[in-house]
Every structure is written in C-alpha cells, then in structure tokens.
C-alpha cells in the first residue's frame, strides 16, 4: 500500500536517521534508488525541480514522499545527487543553500559527453571529477562522498532483477563512508568498496562511459565485481 502525505515539509521532519533526499529523484538513476530503497525499509523523500512530478512518483513507492528539491533536503540524514553532469554546478549550488551540518551528500554524477548518436565520452570537470566539483561548490565542512555511478537504473527500478555487483566509494573520512555503506548496503545485492580519498572519485566515474558501452554491445545491463575480497564486509 503506498503512502502519500499531503503535507510533504510534515512528513520529511520525520525519522532523520532513516531518511534519504534524492535530488533528480524522477529521473532514471532517482528513480531507481527511491524504488530499491523505499521497498526496503527506508524513508525515501523524491525531489525534483517540477514538485508535482516527484509527488507523482512518490505515490507509487511505499511510504515515499515528494517535493521540490529544496524542501525534501531538508533535514535528511543524506542528500543523493542524482542528476546529469549538465545539471550539476546549478544543482549543487541549489543544495549549498539549504544544507545543514552533519548533512550526507552522495554524488552519484558521471562527467560524461554525449559523442555520435549514442556513443559517451568521459570528460574531466575542472575539479577533477563530479564528487570534488560538488565539494569545491559546497558549504565548509559539508561531506560528500562519491558512489553508484556503475549501478544500472534500469535494473534498479526493475524489482525483479537481481543485484550482484559492487559499488565504488570514494570519499575523504571514514566514517562518512560508512554512513553510506550502510544506506546503500539496505539495497539486497550492493555490496560497497572503499576506494580511497574523494580524488579517486575520477577514476570511479570514468569507469561509467565504459560500462555504457559494454552493456549497448552485449545487451544487457553489467555491473562492477571486485574479486578477491573478504566476505561479506568488504569496507
């Protein structure tokens, strides 16, 4: 049964520590996150620059809620960016306005260029990757820590897929890894990986226009497998 409020600021001051904004919540790669995460157990908030747009895909996920951006930010345990590189800078200065201390923000943005009609190429920001883009563009102290950019959003938003695959973190302090290992870990079948400091991050996201292109050439939907590390916990 899916649950909807019709207040949405009412309903996002509620349950911090299990609460999850993600900003670009109605695109595919949102979308996606805000199914996975609202079907296990964790208070997804959809935001979006058209609010009735993410009020429109929060109703059909258990206990989500939408909203404009802004508001659905507001005092999430985390923040997941999720939008195309086009979008970034404005996003992100859009968030250093309302985030607050002790706010987590992932950055999911994959710096790529469309090449052809379908081909993608990876670009470098003039940060060096997304992640250190939006930390460069952030508030003093915000965290940020870069992950999912290798997880497809179309096997995220299909509920009968299974995921069997790892996910790249990078991020300068441990424990804002660790907040967001065990957020992404609630996803059955996402494993995390500490990939080091948040100017990893590059490498990371470059590995994205690559596995576009495995996937548009064999037709499916591959994602990335560490091998050889200790199980189950690989942080």
């Known amino acids: 049964m899916t649950v909807t409020s019709p207040d949405p600021l009412s309903a996002a001051t509620t349950h911090h520590e299990n609460t999850v904004a993600i900003v670009g919540g109605t695109g595919a790669l949102g979308l996606g996150l805000a199914t996975r995460w609202a079907h296990s157990g964790v208070s997804v908030r959809i935001g979006s620059r058209r609010a009735q747009a993410a009020q429109g895909c929060a109703d059909t996920l258990p206990g989500a809620v939408g909203g404009d951006n802004t508001t659905m930010i507001q005092g999430a345990a985390a923040v997941v960016?999720?939008?195309?590189?086009?979008?970034?800078?404005?996003?992100?200065?859009?968030?250093?306005k309302v985030i607050?201390?002790?706010?987590?923000?992932?950055?999911?943005?994959?710096?790529?260029?469309?090449?052809?009609?379908?081909?993608?190429?990876?670009?470098?920001?003039?940060?060096?990757?997304?992640?250190?883009?939006?930390?460069?563009?952030?508030?003093?102290?915000?965290?940020?820590?870069?992950?999912?950019?290798?997880?497809?959003?179309?096997?995220?938003?299909?509920?009968?897929?299974?995921?069997?695959?790892?996910?790249l973190l990078c991020g300068d302090h441990t424990a804002d890894k660790v907040l967001a290992a065990d957020l992404i870990g609630r996803i059955p079948g996402?494993?995390?990986?500490?990939?080091?400091?948040?100017?990893?991050?590059?490498?990371?996201?470059?590995?994205?226009?690559?596995?576009?292109?495995?996937?548009?050439?064999?037709?499916?939907?591959?994602?990335?497998?560490?091998?050889?590390?200790?199980?189950?916990?690989?942080?």
Request: aromatic share 2%; with cysteine.
């Open 81 to 96: 960016v999720a939008v195309p590189f086009s979008a970034h800078v404005e996003t992100m200065r859009s968030i250093a």
């Open 100 to 167: 607050q201390p002790g706010q987590l923000v992932i950055d999911t943005t994959a710096p790529l260029l469309p090449v052809g009609p379908r081909g993608l190429r990876p670009i470098v920001p003039w940060a060096g990757s997304a992640a250190e883009q939006a930390q460069a563009l952030l508030p003093d102290g915000t965290s940020v820590v870069s992950a999912l950019q290798t997880v497809s959003a179309a096997t995220l938003q299909n509920l009968g897929l299974r995921l069997e695959e790892d996910v």
């Open 190 to 235: 996402l494993r995390t990986v500490d990939c080091g400091l948040l100017d990893m991050s590059g490498v990371c996201e470059r590995i994205t226009a690559l596995l576009i292109g495995v996937n548009r050439r064999y037709k499916t939907h591959a994602g990335i497998r560490i091998t050889g590390l200790p199980e189950p916990d690989a942080r």
